[in-house]
């Protein structure tokens, strides 16, 4: 019998902890106007981005020359392949990207990349015409 009671004066106890916790959980986040961030909870925040555009043309026969194949954009990053896009050779890209350096290419070789640093609500540009000949 001693052994229930403790175990329900033990578990009231646990439970009037828990609405206490909860309760100055609540108290907090009303006395900071009762909006919460993801990052408040764990959750990353969404990085700040920025957008890399421009022409990219297939390299396809002399200069100037384009023709309505595909070419596809690769933004580079530190970690690796940040976005890809695919567009009809000698039309314009548009990447979004958070803030940083990438290397922007054209696939498959990418041979030729522009360095560029995308800066957050920016547009950078980085044409890539057809350079063969």
Same mark, same amino acid.
């Given at each position: 019998?001693?052994?229930?009671?403790?175990?329900?004066?033990? /578990? =009231? #106890? /646990?439970? =009037?902890?828990? #609405?206490?916790?909860?309760? +100055?959980?609540?108290?907090?986040?009303?006395?900071?106007?009762?909006?919460?961030?993801?990052?408040?909870?764990?959750?990353?925040? !969404?990085?700040?981005?920025? =957008?890399?555009? @421009?022409?990219?043309?297939?390299?396809?026969?002399?200069?100037?020359?384009?023709? +309505?194949? +595909? =070419?596809?954009?690769?933004?580079?990053?530190?970690?690796?392949?940040?976005?890809? $896009?695919?567009?009809? +050779? @000698? %039309?314009?890209?548009?990447?979004?990207?958070?803030? /940083?350096?990438?290397?922007?290419?054209? !696939?498959?070789?990418?041979? #030729? %990349? $522009?360095?560029?640093?995308?800066?957050? /609500? $920016? %547009? %950078? #540009?980085?044409?890539?015409?057809?350079?063969?000949?």
């Amino acid at each position: 019998m001693r052994r229930v009671a403790l175990a329900v004066r033990l /578990g =009231v #106890v /646990g439970v =009037v902890g828990l #609405v206490a916790v909860c309760l +100055s959980g609540c108290m907090a986040e009303h006395a900071h106007g009762g909006h919460h961030s993801p990052a408040a909870h764990g959750a990353p925040a !969404a990085a700040p981005k920025g =957008v890399v555009t @421009g022409i990219a043309a297939a390299c396809t026969g002399p200069a100037g020359v384009t023709s +309505s194949r +595909s =070419v596809t954009v690769l933004a580079i990053g530190s970690r690796g392949l940040m976005a890809r $896009q695919t567009i009809v +050779s @000698g %039309t314009t890209y548009r990447i979004r990207l958070p803030a /940083g350096h990438y290397e922007i290419g054209l !696939a498959p070789s990418a041979t #030729v %990349t $522009q360095r560029v640093l995308v800066r957050a /609500g $920016q %547009t %950078t #540009v980085a044409n890539f015409p057809n350079m063969c000949d």
